[in-house]
């Protein structure tokens, strides 16, 4: 199923005849968008604490030929925002077919599939991620979202301005941004783009139709062992009994709190963000591979390829064959 998303426009008024003389008018076209703007964006969705649990990251951002991944798998994760500059490209899962030309935007679904992108093609490629503690996008991926990018210019705008902003601060990056030798000047820029990125990606998603999705108010403790996860790295577990000292709780209370607000145990939330990040690395990155076991916590590659197929089903190498 694919949402092809005609959204209407303003027409641009420039000039008249009025006694014979030219009058010129003002274009109000940005004016309506601003009010159509103010209008949908008039009421609060949630206190703004909430929105502090949302995670975002710029995976990268490139414009030119498609070359390594023309003809590859699709990840799931993360999510990705493609124009097709030239040529086009064809998205099989498990049970449909999209094919797109040139001149859309195109946000794949969030289900893993394969790309198959055409000699000639050209994009303009931004991989992200914008999601809740439970994994919940910012916007639904269910479904393919395809817009004319006509129908978008300041996103597109936005998308270009954030493509020369990585170029100019990582010249000839080949890898996950993450990775990238970073400054103070470069990390303040660097996300201050992101930033200006994803509210025009949210004015994007909201002008032709999606709401947001906003998880439920988290518990304050809740809360509160999140950000100490986060301020730790994936390489040790979290000691249950100190997180839960930490927030001035039992371990069963904590366990019962995260339930109630994730679905899952602490440290089962550890556990699926430790694998994921795994797979991020394995699928997007050009480390070794013995340098992500290291990253993850583990002696020795044999022991984190043990886990990799008891988690994911296939080994490392396996996985990153597939990319």
């Known amino acids: 199923m694919e949402w092809d998303l005609q959204v209407g426009s303003w027409k641009n008024v420039t000039s008249c005849q009025a006694t014979g003389h030219n009058l010129r008018l003002p274009d109000l076209s940005e004016k309506f968008h601003d009010l159509n703007m103010a209008r949908i964006q008039e ?4 206190p703004l604490e909430d929105w502090e649990n949302l995670r975002t990251e710029l995976v990268w951002a490139y414009q030119g030929e498609v070359t390594q991944y023309a003809n590859c798998r699709y990840p799931a994760f993360p999510f990705a925002a493609w124009l097709l500059l030239k040529g086009s490209v064809t998205l099989s899962f498990s049970h449909h077919m999209e094919k797109y030309k040139a001149g859309r935007w195109i946000f794949p679904r969030a289900e893993e599939g394969w790309q198959e992108f055409s000699h000639d093609a050209e994009v303009l ?3 992200f991620i914008a999601q809740w503690p439970t994994g919940d996008p910012l916007f639904d991926r269910s479904n393919t979202i395809s817009v004319d990018a006509g129908r978008i210019p300041r996103f597109t705008q936005s998308s270009k301005r954030l493509v020369r902003v990585v170029r100019r601060q990582f010249p000839g990056i080949t890898d996950l941004l993450r990775y990238a030798p970073g400054t103070p000047e470069r990390h303040f820029e ?4 992101f930033s200006r990125w994803l509210l025009a990606y949210t004015r994007a998603m909201r002008e032709i139709g999606l709401p947001p999705h906003v998880v439920g108010q988290l518990d304050d403790r809740v809360r509160a062992a999140l950000d100490f996860m986060e301020s730790n790295n994936l390489r ?3 000691n249950e009994r100190q997180l839960a000292q930490h927030v001035g709780v039992s371990v069963t209370h904590l366990n019962r709190l995260f339930s109630q607000d994730l679905g899952k145990t602490p440290i089962r939330y550890w556990e699926d963000k430790r694998i994921q990040a795994a797979r ?3 699928e997007e990155s050009s ?7 290291y990253d993850m916590g583990f002696a020795s590659l044999s022991h984190f390829s043990s886990w990799v197929r008891r988690k994911l089903g296939k080994s490392p190498r396996a996985l990153r064959a597939l990319r």
Not at 287 to 293: E, H, P, R, V
């Open 280 to 282: 991020y690395s394995i």
């Open 190 to 193: 660097f996300h201050l783009e």
């Open 125 to 127: 490629s931004i991989r």
């Open 287 to 293: 480390k070794s591979l013995k340098s992500i076991a």
């Open 236 to 238: 040790r577990p979290p």
């Open 43 to 46: 009421n609060p969705i949630g």
